[in-house]
């Protein structure tokens, strides 16, 4: 269930057909959300079902020590809260979690029946849970896209522009006329930073950033460190060609020094990953998962641990757990059931739609799950429920 941003599509519908995997190509954008539709459709009727991570749902399921996940509030704007505000002799407030949590990932609606209502799950372009269950919808440029959140309340994104609205020309990594500009938000929304890293002709992403530098994977070059002030860039680990036609580093996460990312080919079987070491590039470790990896892998706020959720087939469905591995032993901490995902209407019903760390130990995984009878196009805020697992 993947599908473009409704901010993007009007720059997708513009751009002509794409010719090679690169996160910069408008058609692409589309297109990729087409081939993985057709495949997860064809993979459910097979019954594997689709794989994706990130969709909505309802149904109680287990948190921590298997207890029913607190639903979400609805969404709230972000406001400062005075320590003045505390009442005497009140319980000290809950300390602010170590990561925060976006609602990230895939979505995506069908229309089952012809003349019939359109359903599915879709999440917004930078929506933040918070600590006390409310969700925080970021106001965000018009193109957003890979959204990091930094510990002092900024964010950290993508912007990409189509500079020739209504233009066709041949897409792909040397398409004309598009921009893809580094942006820092602060929090009220204001561009501290608006910096174009596109480099014609080549693919790349952002794989991370914290309050100095911003993370990106380039076809080519590695993982690079771009410095927010200056835009200066330094390769910290060269990979100089893709792995079975993806960009290195996929689905990598970058905390305390150290860069965890998904490596191998996608596999229902194993989940495979790399614990690195930003300066130098050496390997810490390989971790193994008995499962295919879902989004939403994170490292924990000293580096020790990983999170992992991952899926494997049961069935015609999916059932998701969410695995915490020592990144330096690969020793398992823990392995715990998130919930099952069935097909609908040829969708994954369920997945996770992020994580995030509350300390060194503890982590917060959101899940969704549509009804039984989906009947409209549900936002995530309106269907998730968070779980949390701890470390043993």
């Known amino acids: 269930m993947d599908v473009v941003p409704e901010d993007l599509a009007e720059l997708v519908h513009r751009a002509a057909r794409a010719t090679a995997p690169y996160l910069a190509d408008l058609a692409t954008l589309r297109r990729r959300a087409r081939v ?21 749902g309802a149904v109680p399921l287990l948190v921590g020590g298997h207890r029913s996940g607190a639903p979400l509030a609805a969404p709230s704007p972000s406001l400062p809260v005075s320590s003045s505000s505390t009442v005497p002799g009140s319980p000290p407030p809950t300390p602010a979690p170590a990561q925060r949590l976006l609602l990230s990932g895939d979505g995506g609606t069908v229309r089952p029946h012809r003349g019939g209502p359109e359903i599915g799950l879709l999440g917004g372009a930078a929506d933040e849970l918070r600590s006390d269950g409310s969700v925080v919808r970021h106001r965000v440029p018009a193109g957003w896209q890979e959204t990091v959140a930094l510990p002092d309340g900024r964010l950290v994104g993508l912007k990409l522009t189509d500079l020739m609205p209504g233009v066709r020309r041949t897409d792909g990594p040397d398409v004309a006329g598009l921009s893809v500009k580094l942006m820092v938000l602060s929090t009220d929304g204001r561009a501290e930073v608006s910096r174009e890293v596109r480099v014609r002709g080549q693919a790349f992403r952002l794989a991370g950033a914290d309050a100095r530098y911003a993370y990106l994977v380039r076809d080519g070059v590695g993982l690079v460190s771009h410095e927010l002030t200056t835009g200066r860039e330094k390769t910290l680990i060269r990979v100089p060609t893709k792995v079975d036609g993806e960009l290195p580093f996929r689905e990598a996460d970058v905390t305390a020094g150290r860069v965890v990312s998904v490596t191998g080919p996608a596999d229902m079987t194993r989940c495979q990953l790399d614990v690195r070491r930003l300066a130098g590039g050496s390997r810490l470790s390989r971790l193994t998962v008995a499962g295919e990896c879902a989004p939403s892998v994170r490292l924990s706020p000293d580096g020790s641990l990983v999170a992992v959720p ?12 969410l695995a915490i591995l020592d990144t330096a032993t690969g020793q398992l901490r823990a392995d715990q059931p998130l919930g099952t995902a069935s097909p609908t209407y040829g969708m994954t019903g369920g997945g996770t739609w992020g994580a995030a760390w509350v300390d060194d130990t503890t982590v917060r995984v959101v899940w969704a799950q549509l009804p039984d009878e989906p009947r ?8 998730a429920r968070v779980l949390t697992v701890s470390a043993q």
């Open 36 to 56: 993985r539709r057709r495949r997860r459709t064809a993979t459910a009727v097979a019954g594997l079902v689709v794989l994706v991570a990130l969709t909505g």
């Open 310 to 321: 991952y899926r494997r087939p049961n069935g015609r469905n999916l059932d998701y757990r």
């Open 376 to 383: 409209k196009v549900y936002s995530v805020a309106e269907l």
